[in-house]
């Protein structure tokens, strides 16, 4: 292949960067400096990332950003909470201002910081914190997980279908419950880009326990709900929403297996799409459009490979948390609009989202 400009721009910019040389100058000229070292912290952030989550971790599961969220506390104080000798505890607390998560309130005393507070305000990210020990553990050798194609190792255990396998009552309401925790943001993304309420009836396909359809009677109370999932689930979300007074239509089945309820005018697909490899995502959009009469719409709700400036989410992280699931992978929005049109639906297209980073959202009419 010939060597094109940009090939050759390339070279000369990695060679000048990667020069010792270079880099001593950087950081020592005045107007380089800065950006020298943003780079060199952007370099080290890389490789201590791991460290950097476990550190969250620890601060989520030992309760301390729950307790410094109802005020500042010393060190001996928040040593009782976190169970740790007042070394190991002040150890954490420093390690939690350097992230965010906390910030120095007086001598010997700690309040909760802005990335604390900010985690707090979203529980999904908390119970995904706690949930990526599983994760963690499959990739303590990526290149293992990636040669062996994915699957077989802790986190696909937690998600019993992503390998076939038909989850058991415990099953399901685990990983329905991480699903339903960090689901509240992904709903406001949706919800926040399209509205529903010029719909009659929306039937949520894998809807878990039921969590989008909740914010969907938030914004419109007069649509008619309706979820299908697998029977455990479907169980699961009937009872609960009885329990709260809210009429839903839950029905159990498997959208391999049994043709998906007629009625609805619209349907979703929240985080359903990217968990599936591309067959059977495309044998699920086909069930879609059996359901839907023509004229009908698709929302497909969940975060995009090659998303401008949410790149990390889609291709890293999803990436590779799907690989270990061991079924899906994050999709352009070029290919998922591609798959609608392949499944026949007559026009699909991108719809612009606040947080692309959380959800991008695709809406295709049948």
């Known amino acids: 292949m010939t060597e094109t400009f940009s090939d050759r721009w390339r070279a000369w910019r990695n060679g000048l960067i990667g020069d010792p040389g270079f880099q001593r100058w950087a950081s020592r000229f005045p107007l380089t400096r800065p950006v020298a070292r943003r780079r060199a912290q952007a370099l080290f952030d890389l490789s201590a990332g791991f460290i950097y989550s476990q550190i969250a971790q620890a601060c989520v599961r030992s309760g301390l950003l729950t307790r410094l969220a109802k005020g500042p506390a010393t060190v001996a104080e928040l040593s009782t909470v976190v169970d740790l000798d007042t070394d190991a505890t002040l150890r954490l607390a420093r390690a939690a201002v350097a992230l965010k998560l906390a910030e120095p309130a007086g001598p010997d005393r700690y309040g909760l910081g802005v990335e604390g507070a900010a985690l707090l305000g979203a529980p999904g990210v908390a119970a995904m914190i706690e949930h990526h020990a599983l994760l963690y553990a499959d990739l303590a050798d990526p290149l293992a997980l990636l040669r062996r194609g994915g699957g077989g190792g802790a986190l696909a255990g937690y998600w019993p279908y992503a390998e076939g396998e038909t989850p058991d009552p415990d099953a399901a309401a685990a990983y329905s419950g991480l699903m339903s925790a960090s689901q509240a943001m992904v709903s406001a993304q949706v919800l926040d880009a399209y509205d529903v309420s010029r719909h009659r009836r929306l039937m949520d396909v894998g809807g878990g326990q039921g969590t989008f359809l909740r914010a969907v009677a938030a914004r419109a109370p007069a649509l008619s709900l309706s979820l299908f999932d697998l029977p455990p689930v479907a169980a699961r979300a009937r009872a609960?929403?009885?329990?709260?007074?809210?009429?839903?239509e839950a029905t159990g089945g498997s959208f391999f297996d049994d043709p998906l309820?007629?009625?609805a005018d619209v349907i979703s697909l929240i985080r359903i799409l990217h968990d599936h490899d591309d067959g059977p995502a495309l044998d699920i959009l086909r069930?879609?459009?059996?359901?839907?009469?023509?004229?009908?719409?698709?929302l497909i709700g969940e975060p995009f490979a090659a998303e401008p400036g949410a790149e990390r989410v889609g291709d890293a992280y999803f990436g590779m948390y799907l690989l270990a699931m061991g079924s899906g992978r994050p999709r352009p929005t070029r290919e998922v609009i591609g798959m609608c049109q392949t499944a026949g639906f007559s026009v699909a297209r991108r719809v612009s989202t606040a947080m692309p980073m959380i959800a991008g959202l695709v809406v295709a009419r049948a």
Do not use: S, T
């Open 287 to 298: 069930a879609v459009r059996a359901a839907l009469e023509p004229g009908a719409i698709l």
């Open 240 to 248: 609960a929403f009885a329990a709260d007074g809210i009429r839903l």
């Open 261 to 263: 309820p007629r009625g």
